[in-house]
């Protein structure tokens, strides 16, 4: 018995030391929709106290501005172009791919995944890929609608969208995002005892556009307070770009995320965990912000360029918190460009935990710049688009790479380079290609030739829908 009981506190204590994970990750979210990124409009107080206990990251990028490779990206460590093909949809596949859940479930973490996964079905679903507990994820890239039922359409042209499942016991009328904030709050309460890591992938704040109506007309009112743009859109290449952020719904959107944020850090002080728990907040990509037809969007990324679909920098660039108590310096800013392919390799590093063999190696660990400011041996990016959606989001069939503060963008089908010096000019207004033909011809050749090392297609198949 006393030998058990041995066994017992050495295992209590293991579990002790070792850090809960909460990776909170918000759906089209834009680089400037938080108060601390310099949102004038949206409220956002408990981002920002997560941004002043921890670390902000001001140059994060996605390995791609939409949903499924991004995330997918995300959630395997591996740049989506090496098994994108022609489809801007590459699922995760059990044969091929590993994730960040089976890396946590193998160190004997219980792993839950809340919300949108859009990662496939079947095989590829997120309880056959890691995660123990799995609630509204699967097929679903958007809601049919923010408010309960789920399933029928209240804004018109979503009626399209795959339906949620594992949420019909919703009482008509409840909002999604404060359900699934509900969901973790009592994965959490469930899990206190035992190391956890938990996804909360909010649906919020990608269309439809749909808000609580009391926080819509508060917004209303301040936006009537607020001085109002002469110019609000911009040509932008298929379509336009809307330079200011005037969407009173979606700022009461972004309210409700961050209002959910702060039950979440309330309950982890209250189970007397906060000092032992990792919380990631971060987006899958750029605001929605360009567009190619009369569809409407949700907010301006402005003074970065573009936003959702487009691989200039306000469709590249998000959000990106880590708070690592005891870790991580508060009020850490960093400014050395990062990936969200560096999340998966980061997290092992900071729980000590092994990734899978299957798991990707395009990222890096940065445990060493957050806490001592030691860059990793890293000064390129790349980013492959080979299914534009120019009647949607206006974005191009494109390929970019940045090396340093140059960035050089392809468009193929335009046969037309553009070369930028973030540097001086990160909205990407003042093309050098032409000026700086060295640089210019430097880049292209490295792009070409990751583009054929991992296989980037260079077939052109436009995406119709939304």
């Not at 690592?324 to 800013?333: A, L, S």
Request: aromatic share 8%; with cysteine; charged share 25%.
């Amino acid at each position: 018995m006393r030998i058990l009981a041995i066994l017992l506190a050495l295992s209590s204590s293991l579990f002790a030391a070792q850090p809960n994970v909460l990776f909170i990750l918000i759906d089209d979210f834009g680089s400037r929709d938080l108060g601390c990124y310099g949102s004038t409009l949206y409220e956002t107080p408990n981002m920002d106290r997560l941004a002043a206990s921890g670390a902000k990251f001001t140059q994060a990028y996605v390995a791609y501005p939409r949903c499924v490779p991004s995330r997918f990206a995300i959630f395997t460590g591996k740049h989506p172009a090496r098994v994108q093909g022609e489809n801007d949809s590459p699922h995760v596949e059990p044969d091929r791919d590993a994730t960040i859940g089976q890396a946590f479930k193998a160190a004997g973490y219980n792993t839950f995944y809340c919300g949108k996964w859009h990662l496939g079905e079947g095989a590829s679903n997120p309880d056959q890929m890691g995660f123990d507990t799995i609630v509204a994820a699967g097929a679903a890239g958007a809601t049919r609608s923010f408010f309960a039922p789920y399933t029928i359409s209240k804004s018109k042209g979503h009626d399209e969208k795959d339906a949620i499942v594992g949420l019909d016991d919703a009482p008509e009328g409840e909002y999604l995002t404060d359900r699934l904030t509900q969901e973790t709050l009592k994965f959490i309460e469930s899990s206190k005892d035992k190391p956890f890591c938990a996804v909360l992938a909010h649906y919020a704040v990608h269309t439809p556009i749909e808000a609580k109506k009391h926080l819509t007309k508060r917004y209303e009112e301040k936006l009537a307070t607020m001085p109002k743009a002469a110019v609000e859109w911009e040509k932008e290449s298929a379509g336009e770009n809307q330079l200011v952020q005037n969407n009173a719904t979606y700022a009461a959107m972004i309210e409700s995320v961050d209002n959910g944020l702060g039950r979440l850090l309330g309950q982890l002080k209250k189970l007397g965990i906060e000092d032992n728990t990792i919380i990631v907040l971060a987006s899958d990509h750029g605001g929605l912000s360009a567009r190619g037809n009369n569809r409407g969007v949700a907010t301006s990324n402005r003074p970065l360029r573009a936003g959702k679909g487009h691989l200039y920098e306000g469709g590249l660039r998000i959000p990106f918190l880590v708070r690592w108590p005891g870790n991580i310096k508060p009020g850490t800013e960093i400014a050395t460009p990062v990936s969200t392919l560096d999340l998966m390799p980061t997290l092992a590093a900071m729980t000590g935990i092994a990734l899978p063999n299957l798991a990707g190696t395009d990222g890096q660990n940065l445990v060493p710049l957050m806490q001592n400011g030691t860059a990793p041996a890293r000064d390129t990016f790349y980013w492959h688009n080979p299914a534009p959606r120019p009647a949607s989001t206006g974005d191009l069939f494109s390929s970019a790479i940045r090396v340093g503060d140059l960035k050089l963008l392809d468009f193929p089908g335009e046969k037309r380079l553009e070369l930028y010096d973030l540097a001086t000019d990160p909205g990407e207004s003042k093309n050098l290609a032409d000026e700086r033909p060295t640089d210019r011809d430097r880049l292209l050749t490295k792009l070409n030739e990751w583009r054929k090392e991992v296989g980037a297609s260079m077939v052109e198949k436009v995406k119709k829908k939304k």
